[in-house]
């Protein structure tokens, strides 16, 4: 019943910007860490960047200065504000989610992806 869409990906040249973001729905009692992930072509998938349902964050080394994350828990919906994108970020963006369920229990939900791609 917990679904996250991703939306926001697209082609757009290096320097430009994107704004990712992934919308939590179905039967969810809270949303705890949400997460960004992504794979390029051929790689293994990485972690791109994390916030607490507190509001703390953490970037791979590779993004920070760059990409923003960020979340609205009124809307169940985390962010990820992509600037200066160079044809490195080129790959499929996943957001992932640690969904407290009405019982207590705990699990990690993951989105379809959404591509972005940079082109020099």
């Known amino acids: 019943q917990v679904q996250l869409v991703e939306s926001g990906g697209g082609l757009v040249q290096a320097g430009e910007s994107l704004r990712l973001s992934c919308a939590a729905s179905?039967?969810?009692?809270?949303?705890?860490?949400m997460r960004w992930y992504r794979q390029p072509p051929g790689k293994q998938r990485e972690l791109v960047a994390a916030i607490t349902s507190g509001g703390s964050t953490g970037y791979a080394d590779s993004v920070k200065g760059r990409f923003t994350i960020s979340r609205d828990n009124a809307k169940n919906t985390v962010y990820l504000q992509m600037n200066s994108l160079k044809p490195e970020d080129t790959a499929v963006y996943h957001c992932n989610a640690d969904v407290e369920a009405h019982t207590g229990y705990v699990f990690v939900t993951w989105g379809q992806g959404t591509q972005v791609t940079v082109s020099s």
């Open positions: 179905g039967s969810i009692f809270s949303i705890n860490a």
